[in-house]
């Protein structure tokens, strides 16, 4: 919680007309779950023009600079916290304003009591795939076959399911594992059509990479992984994933500038207090 020293310097950035203007604070728009627009924002940029304190996520209950019906990532989150950080703000959000909870209850009550059953959750669904997974050849699938014909066992690879994307399952992996005992130039993600240690119709996502990060990974790799199954080489697939990458970057970059653009001015601090939804 921020003290009231801490408040009133923030208040300070409002004294002039009691509102602001939303600026290069949106990042990736992730499109509509349940209701809500998800967008992955500047969680630094946040820090230092809305809200110290502001870390993780946040939606419209707890946050009154928040727009209403959008949840907030932050983009210095990691992308294996993704997940648990958007079920947390749903749960949370749907506390506050469908039961009038304090954030403080929803917070904890809701938000982290589910985040800790995921966890578990997803803790044994990695240990049955690493159970179920055989060892897996090393090497890049476009190199000659090891010799010798070694094996690598992925126990201990696998953190988080991240879900199916484009007919694939998406996978967060301990890159610091796969690069020191697998292949040390896995460079933050890859896929079975690349890497022969990657079981068939997975894409690996690196959990040091931010959220942000992972998803701009993900669409070049999605992309450069459709190419080589039509026939095209690696070198051939590469810099057309690059292309498709670099053109959602501008792609998002444009969402977030005309969201921008059409957004109000919000007010500065939060809610302790949920608002009931009107009947």
């Not at 809701?110 to 690493?130: M, P, T």
Request: charged share 35%.
């Amino acid at each position: 919680m921020l003290s009231c020293k801490q408040h009133t310097a923030c208040s300070r950035l409002y004294r002039k007309t009691g509102r602001v203007k939303l600026h290069d604070i949106y990042r990736v728009y992730l499109g509509k779950c349940r209701g809500q627009d998800i967008w992955i924002i500047d969680g630094a940029r946040v820090v230092r023009k809305l809200y110290p304190a502001f870390v993780a996520g946040g939606n419209d209950q707890r946050y009154r600079f928040n727009p209403e019906n959008e949840v907030w990532i932050d983009n210095r989150m990691g992308v294996e916290e993704f997940a648990y950080t958007l079920e947390h703000e749903f749960i949370e959000r749907k506390l506050m304003r469908e039961r009038g909870w304090s954030y403080d209850r929803a917070h904890a009550q809701g938000g982290l009591e589910l985040e800790k059953g995921l966890r578990q959750r997803q803790r044994r669904r990695v240990a049955l795939k690493e159970r179920n997974t055989p060892a897996m050849p090393v090497g890049e699938r476009e190199s000659p076959p090891d010799k010798k014909g070694r094996t690598v066992s992925l126990d201990g690879v696998y953190r988080h399911y991240f879900g199916k994307r484009y007919g694939l399952d998406i996978w967060v992996v301990d890159g610091t594992k796969v690069r020191g005992d697998i292949y040390g130039d896995f460079c933050f993600a890859g896929h079975d059509l690349k890497y022969r240690f990657v079981p068939k119709g997975e894409i690996w996502l690196d959990a040091a990479m931010s959220v942000e990060e992972a998803w701009f990974s993900l669409i070049h790799e999605a992309s450069e992984r459709k190419l080589m199954a039509r026939g095209k080489t690696y070198d051939d697939a590469y810099p057309a994933g690059l292309v498709t990458q670099l053109n959602e970057r501008e792609h998002q970059e444009n969402l977030a500038r005309d969201h921008e653009e059409q957004l109000p001015p919000v007010r500065y601090g939060t809610r302790e207090r949920g608002a009931k939804k009107k009947k």
